[in-house]
């Protein structure tokens, strides 16, 4: 049974990865089950400097879904690369480094840095971050600006581009044009939807930043949508992300089109959450008797 | 090979019943977290319903090394919360659960004054257990109540010289443990404390105005528990020396942290 | 105690009214309790002439939501006023009668139709429609299609109109701007969110259409987020929906700026779940010493 | 004053026990319902997880009129389904129902032959129990299992006269209830359906080649059970002459209708 699958060039012993930002730089988890047995990690968002984040609190759960507004709080590339990437490096399993910026050459410095790393697979260029240039406008609502990020990205970037694309948008198959004609190597679909909770006992936010992000199997059935459209239209690789919580959720984004998972708010859940979706995924096609994974991207019926 | 210091298991609920009309007291088997666990760590606690996605951070509150046991008290909340859910789980019944989270309270023979205010005061328990057992000491506990009725009001009279206060001075003195301390002129070389935000700054006060050490546990909304998402973070108060990181997560570092070392 | 709110000088008893589409044309739920509690009654979509809709299954279930895509089948509004009308008018409360339409025509009909009816309170026009002269695509995602549709059909209308808002949209303020501009009296946001579902096991979509609109709990937190951004900019009402499942959940959009709320598809898991979320806003009302509702309209702590 | 047909309650689970490895009986206190429920007419079945909004409408099995009792028979899903968690409650536990629902088989006293197919087997049960209690009379029942271990053979047998097929011959004919039916040549003046769509078809079929009539209870995914959301429509085969509607609800103006009256 193969469950190997390519992105960019790569070869990864799965389609299962992790999202950016829940699976801290890998060290927790792995207490909790070998890293190896990913397709690749996914580490949480890098920038170039120190970001402090938003105030707390930073989370809220709703119905089948939590909102975050972490905002991106992580020491820089400079920590991260010594102490992160060493560490995920003695794994057998690919590397995707998350980056972030406030401004366009805040982008192109740390994925400069990043990408003398040997250690390093993929750049994911997560375009949600506030753009500070253009009053906090995520570049990734922005057409003209998503163009300029990855343009500029890409001319740096030594590493294969996955560009993760925000669901906020009226036309997100346009926008995964975009990036694909800017010379994105792959996408990642989806970042969160911009959402939030109002304590009805105090009359306030419940998160002090007001808005977050929403993830968990409340978008799932968005990100199906999206991922389908995309995928008909775009010639490169989708990873989906969405609320995948079992091996099902996954294998549906996998009849959708996308190439690959990651496995995101379920972890908070269960630690061990991502293990579980590849050992779903493996059960999977040994009872429908699927012996490559391949034969199942983009094949639901039409 | 994976031997994490953190167990997860479906625990099987031992005992379960109402301390008052909206706390419980839970008494699970998890035996490597008992063998495990120090007094302030926690556990996450996972609601069955699938759309309730976030643990359930919990102190534990007992330890019962011997029979592999420990026990959670906990406040039910109100429509649709979690613990509402987890509150009709019957015993025989199993529940999904994380731990020993967090890193405990550092414990001394010095003479210690516990402070606990509300459903921070069970946590308190284990660790004045933990004294008494460890030192044969009876340690100063002054615990916060709202009124009347308050919980594990006679659990920590056993072992304990205790002094109380509540908000409607029903019993003890009334205002808040603060009061109580003053009051009474309750002093100790260490302090440990766990409550509301509000009384634990009243308490970093009190501590650097009488220049004793106080360790106090700190609540958070939490995503993981484990340390990944970065839900849980506060400000130290001076950047760490090693990393030079100037934010500290409340569930991997702390939730127990010396008061002088974070901005409350 | 004051439930009372007035939306385009139309006074309302209670800020409860029903999600069109889910409430038939009130005969059926009227077995279950008095349509003259509720602040209005909302009808499902009326097209001019009469729509067969989409193929079946049109309903699935995902995690806190349901996706449904009924396709706006109707009998067309010769049909709705001699048959759901008149029966209406027996109550004592508001109707809102919601119009569809594939080009602007079509919109214009019915809404000139409707406006001739005393016992028509309100047309609410859905611009989710497919636009059949632009290849399906919406009216409510493009903000050149939209400016048409309202202008021409508040032209002909003697009714106040609300316009329903598509939350498929990158800056839903923007659509609000538009919408009010043109001269609405109110707005009602949102509809549903397109989505899809794959059944694993048969490798194919759940709906007959592929994809469909989600609605319920899921949605909740990301209407809440836009019913937020938007009353702070606009300056005509808003009627919320999406998730309203509890008295808590409508505080949560009246906190956040609404004037009212619909119930939606909690009305499929509970027939009463509108009068519930009438008598659950009263409680809380009650608890909170809260002696007029409007006191509590935008009312969340900044 | 509001006095609906139909009862939403918190019924009383009596019993619930396994029928089979996947399909499970259980009877429910449901004194106005059992009242006024007839065969082929259902409930609809809610789960406690918030998070699982739409009805499952299981059709009514059994009605103990007098003891104010109905009973279900359902399969249960697989991982993550609703039937699942319904599956898990025990007698004493209550489940939120409303019912009864949609239009029922209108009863005769002609000679009646009642087809079930798999899940769509127990509807027929409480019909052959109405048309013997009402008409002392023994219908011809020909039930469709996928193998052996089929779900009610023996409830059945006791006031009908029972013909089996099964995919895999295990009892019976071999093949389809069609084939059953061919191979005894099985007649009757009125023929009742309930199964998979492709037997309804069949069925279809036979009653227009026989030229009797043939009332079908057909399946389908569900928004309200009531009318309201027009989830559940299947075209008429000719426009209602009174409404010149050329859709009907399988949740009103079914689940039953005469073969000839929908396009299927
Ligand atoms: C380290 C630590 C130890 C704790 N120990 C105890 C204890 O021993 N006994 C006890 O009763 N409570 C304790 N709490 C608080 C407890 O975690 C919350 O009361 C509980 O999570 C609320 O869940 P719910 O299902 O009632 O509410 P819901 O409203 O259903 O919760 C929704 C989400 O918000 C979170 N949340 C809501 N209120 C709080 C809060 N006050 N603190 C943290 N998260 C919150 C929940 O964890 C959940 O993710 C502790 C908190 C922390 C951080
Ligand atoms: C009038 C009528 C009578 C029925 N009577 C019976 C009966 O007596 N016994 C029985 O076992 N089944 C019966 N069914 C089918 C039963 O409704 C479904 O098997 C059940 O809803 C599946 O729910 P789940 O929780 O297992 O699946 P889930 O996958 O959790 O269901 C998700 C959603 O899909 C719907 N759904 C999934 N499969 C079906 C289906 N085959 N038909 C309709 N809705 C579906 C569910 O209702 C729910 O809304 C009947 C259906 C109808 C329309
Ligand atoms: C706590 C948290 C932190 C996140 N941080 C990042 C981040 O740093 N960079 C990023 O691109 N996405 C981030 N995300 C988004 C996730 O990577 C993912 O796109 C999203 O959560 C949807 O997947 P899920 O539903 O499986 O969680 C974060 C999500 C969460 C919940
Ligand atoms: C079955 C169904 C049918 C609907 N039909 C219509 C419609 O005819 N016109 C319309 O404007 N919205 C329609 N909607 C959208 C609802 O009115 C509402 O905007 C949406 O469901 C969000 O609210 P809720 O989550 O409370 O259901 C429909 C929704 C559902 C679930
Ligand atoms: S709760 Fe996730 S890092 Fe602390
Ligand atoms: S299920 Fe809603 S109309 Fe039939």
Redesign the pocket.
Known sequence: MNMNVSIAGIDWKNPVTV????FGSGKEYSDFFDLSLLGAV?T??VSFSPWKGNPTPR?AETCGG?I?S?G?QNPGVEYFLKQDLPFLAGYNTNVIV?I?GHTVPEYVEVARCLSEEEDVDYL?L?V?CPNVSEGGIAFGTDEQKLKEVIADVKRVSKKPLIV?LSPNVTDIVRMAQIAESEGADAL?M???FMAAKIDVDSRSFILANKTG?L??PA??PIVVRMVYETARVVNIPIIA????MSGRDAIEFILAGATAV?????SFRYPKAARQVIEEIREYMFRYNVDDIRQLIGQVRD | MFTSKKDYLSAKIIDHRAMSENVRRMWLEAPTISTMAVPGQFVNIYVANRAKILPRPISICEIDRERGRISLVYRVGGEDTGTLEISRLRPGERLNILGPLGNGFPITNKSAMLVGGGIGIPPMYALSREIYEIFGQKSLCVLGYKGEGGVMYRDFQKMNNVFVSTEDGSIGTKGTVIDAIEAFDLEAEIIYACGPMPMLSEIKKLAIKRDVKAYVSLDSRM?CGVGV???CTVDREMPDPISGQDRVRICTEGPVFEVREVNI
Chains 1, 3 share one sequence.
């Open positions: 999202a950016s930002g829940t996914t949480k968002g989370i939590v975050n972490i991106l998350n972030c994911e997560n949600s993760k990642s989806v970042n969160t992000g993830s968990g978008i799932h992300m969405g609320g995948v990651a496995v995101g708010t379920a | 995503g998402c970065l839900s």
